[in-house]
């Protein structure tokens, strides 16, 4: 009876509940449970309630971490001794994922603003192909800005020429250079032509003309260089006869 008594049911129930505690089931009841204060049945019955708890904590933030609220943590201050310690250590984890979310939205923020400084910071392990894919990122922004500038520097000194290297791209930054690349193009060749043109003029040959098609700013130089060499054809016989009769 006395160890009834301590025990706080049959050692039996006790043991199978032990057991069944360690497998991992909360769910677990003593049901022949004495009601005695301080037995090991009591003990074993706060044990649960207190796993329990912390359970319900861990689900509750798994599910507002799923809801977007990242910054959730379990309270520690609801748990004691070793119960505390292991809540804490669960926010460390946490914490550390999201430390690296915040900072990987902190780049791509300065990356979508064209500021493309700030670098992610290097991690370890498997999370290192997050910061080697913000570092790709990065590189690739900064390549496609690099060759729009040298293509735009270009085009300013008056040199339709260069070409970005679109073989060095994939996908919509491919397609980035490859317009660029179709800009310049139709410069050189819009140009060509009318300084094509104009060259001949200045030599007397009024036969030259722009057969390429081109729309806007190009298509009016087109006509206006065509407008041009019509009304030097008109002038010309005119002068030759002012000269004859003379």
Same mark, same amino acid.
Do not use: W
């Given at each position: 009876?006395?160890?009834?008594?301590?025990?706080?049911?049959?050692?039996?129930?006790?043991?199978?509940?032990?057991?069944?505690?360690?497998a991992?089931?909360f769910?677990?009841?003593?049901?022949?449970?004495?009601?005695?204060?301080?037995?090991?049945?009591?003990?074993?019955?706060?044990?649960?309630?207190?796993?329990?708890?912390?359970?319900?904590?861990?689900?509750?933030?798994?599910?507002?971490?799923?809801?977007?609220?990242?910054?959730?943590?379990?309270?520690?201050?609801?748990?004691?001794?070793?119960?505390?310690?292991?809540?804490?250590?669960?926010?460390?984890?946490?914490?550390?994922?999201?430390?690296?979310?915040?900072?990987? +939205?902190?780049?791509? =923020? *300065?990356? /979508?603003? #064209? &500021?493309?400084?700030?670098?992610? %910071? @290097?991690?370890?392990?498997?999370?290192a192909?997050?910061?080697?894919?913000?570092?790709?990122?990065k590189?690739?922004?900064?390549?496609?800005?690099?060759?729009?500038?040298?293509?735009?520097?270009?085009?300013?000194?008056?040199?339709?020429?260069?070409?970005?290297?679109?073989?060095?791209?994939h996908?919509?930054?491919?397609?980035?250079v490859?317009?660029?690349?179709?800009?310049?193009?139709?410069?050189?060749?819009?140009?060509?032509?009318? +300084?094509?043109?104009? =060259? *001949?003029l /200045?030599? #007397? &040959?009024?036969?030259?003309?722009? %057969? @390429?098609?081109?729309?806007?700013?190009?298509?009016?130089?087109?006509?206006?260089?065509?407008?041009?060499?019509?009304?030097?054809?008109?002038i010309?016989?005119?002068?030759?006869?002012?000269?004859?009769?003379?």
């Amino acid at each position: 009876r006395s160890l009834l008594k301590q025990l706080g049911g049959e050692p039996q129930d006790i043991a199978d509940l032990a057991q069944r505690i360690a497998a991992g089931d909360f769910a677990v009841e003593l049901a022949s449970q004495v009601a005695q204060p301080h037995s090991v049945a009591d003990a074993m019955t706060h044990m649960i309630e207190r796993l329990r708890a912390f359970m319900t904590a861990q689900d509750d933030m798994t599910r507002r971490h799923a809801a977007g609220e990242i910054s959730h943590c379990v309270d520690a201050r609801a748990f004691e001794g070793g119960y505390a310690d292991m809540v804490a250590r669960l926010n460390a984890v946490v914490g550390g994922h999201v430390r690296v979310q915040e900072r990987m +939205a902190e780049a791509i =923020a *300065a990356y /979508a603003l #064209g &500021d493309f400084r700030p670098d992610m %910071d @290097a991690l370890p392990g498997e999370q290192a192909r997050i910061s080697t894919a913000m570092a790709e990122v990065k590189a690739n922004l900064v390549a496609v800005q690099s060759e729009i500038a040298r293509l735009a520097g270009a085009a300013a000194d008056g040199d339709f020429s260069q070409r970005g290297d679109a073989a060095r791209f994939h996908h919509s930054f491919r397609d980035i250079v490859l317009t660029q690349n179709r800009l310049m193009e139709v410069a050189e060749n819009g140009l060509s032509d009318v +300084a094509r043109v104009l =060259a *001949a003029l /200045a030599h #007397g &040959d009024l036969s030259a003309r722009i %057969d @390429a098609d081109y729309h806007g700013l190009f298509g009016r130089l087109k006509d206006d260089t065509h407008h041009t060499v019509e009304q030097l054809h008109a002038i010309v016989p005119q002068i030759a006869a002012l000269a004859a009769a003379a």
